[in-house]
């Protein structure tokens, strides 16, 4: 009897965590598949990646409506809960329409002066070690499905105000990762972009990453990135969106280098 009562128990977590949940959010790109894919890659605006069967006319109907008209949508998909960076990519299940933007679209960056961190100084610390302490203290209680853009925006925030003085501001930066097309492609990855905070240090050359998401420590960006790409291929530093944009087969990725302040959104139109 006990042995049945732990195996339907067993039975009941098992269905429960593959249930169908929503995620609201609104479609940034939709990349047409070729000839031998059977699906629709649907590029979402809080970073995700996800698939959409070609046949499934209904949908591929609302996802361009709601892409057109910059619509609030719900995606209903198969729940993988917690972020996974082996997780494969989600399959849209169903989308419903929820509200109207009247806001035009907006690009993250366009190309004008000054870049996302212009006239702003990354603050320096003398040693990983003291990277360390300001990576202890950030909140590593974040929300189930938490956002990226989110996460960065609450660590930077606080750990300037907590570590800044009378005389002086405490400046952290953001790093922003974007997966071109290739990548994303031939690697079946499911987002096309990831931000977290990152400071300088007097001992690396390279800027140290704070992701306590995804990392136990300080990290410098080329260890960082590894993390999420398969190849180690090299991530070339551009200064707008554009460079990746309209550079989506040359490179795997680009990272973009932006102050604090910048939320979700590079830089306004």
Known sequence: MKKYLILSMLSAMMSSSF?????????????????????????TKDGNVYELDKSDNHLIKLVYDALSSNLDIKIEISDFYINDLTQTREKILDINLISYDLETNQVFINNSIPTPIDNYKVSNVPSISNAESLFQTQNSNTRWRSQCYNRAHVWAYELSKNNSTQD????????????????????????WFY???????????EVV????????????LTKWKNIFISNHAPCPVVEYYSDYKDNQWSKYFYHIKSSM????????N
Do not use: C
């Open 261 to 268: 302040f910048n939320l979700y959104k590079l830089y306004k």
């Open 19 to 43: 249930a169908a949940v929503i995620n609201e959010t609104k479609i940034h790109e939709i990349i047409h598949p070729d000839n031998i894919e059977s699906y629709y890659l649907i590029l």
């Open 209 to 220: 990453i704070l992701d306590r998401e995804f990392t136990r420590n300080p990290q410098t």
């Open 195 to 205: 931000v977290t905070s990152f400071i300088h240090t007097d001992d690396n050359e």
């Open 168 to 191: 002086k501001t405490f400046n952290v930066g953001k790093v922003w990762m974007f997966f071109t097309r290739r990548y994303i492609k031939e690697y079946r990855y499911k987002w």
